[in-house]
T-cell receptor, first 110, second 112 residues
């Protein structure tokens, strides 16, 4: 059983479209991170959210932490081909252990 | 340039032949971790280290060993690799008090 469930698993959209991906859990977390991983590389941190209801923006990317701190969403406005990649959410639990979701693989078609 | 390096990047080996994957970071980070990434299962933490000579098990430690004799290095050792350890492995480091992990480029291991 996965601690973090991400949806959708795969997403293919046209350049310029908007999209939202989700990270859900039945557990409460003190913080949640979003990473992007490109083929042949390791994940790179996009953002950390720590407060319930918090919204953070990174250019065209908007991240929200659920009010109950059990879930999070990532919204991309006007997707570009450079947004293509695997989007992973992650949480820290029990001190130094980290858990990752299975990821959403995004393909933006020109 | 701040980075985490791993070697080798690709490795094909046979069952039972001991191997070591090296990991080194140049950011003076205290915390280091090893993960494996498998389709449908995501990234799973194998072992982590809080400092020199301090290590602990992650979610999937069976079949792996680690050591932390120096702050910058955190090798992953497979004493007797088996085919179910075929995977993509990542080393990561982070600073004390920070959530952000810096990942290496990955090592693709195939055990036949």
């Amino acid at each position: 059983t996965q601690l973090l469930e991400q949806s959708p698993q795969f997403l293919s959209i046209q350049e310029g479209e908007n999209l939202t991906v989700y990270c859900n859990s039945s557990s409460v977390f003190s913080s949640l991170q979003w990473y992007r991983q490109e083929p042949g590389e390791g994940p790179v941190l996009l953002v950390t959210v720590v407060t319930g209801g918090e919204v953070k923006k990174l250019k065209r990317l908007t991240f929200q932490f659920g009010d109950a701190r059990k879930d999070s969403s990532l919204h991309i406005t006007a997707a570009q081909t450079g947004d293509t990649g695997l989007y992973l959410c992650a949480v820290r639990s029990g001190g130094n252990q980290f858990y990752f979701g299975t990821g959403t693989s995004l393909t933006v078609i020109p | 340039e701040a980075q985490v390096t791993q070697n080798p990047r690709y490795l094909i080996t046979v069952t039972g032949k001991k191997l070591t994957v090296t990991c080194s970071q140049n950011m003076n980070h205290e915390y280091m971790s090893w993960y494996r990434q498998d389709p449908g299962l995501g990234l799973r933490q194998i072992y982590y280290s809080m400092n020199v000579e301090v290590t602990d098990k992650g979610d999937v430690p069976e079949g792996y060993k680690v050591s932390r004799k120096e702050k910058r290095n955190f090798p992953l050792i497979l004493e007797s690799p088996s085919p179910n350890q075929t995977s993509l492995y990542f080393c990561a480091s982070r600073d004390r008090g920070r959530y952000e992990q810096y990942f290496g480029p990955g090592t693709r291991l195939t055990v036949t």
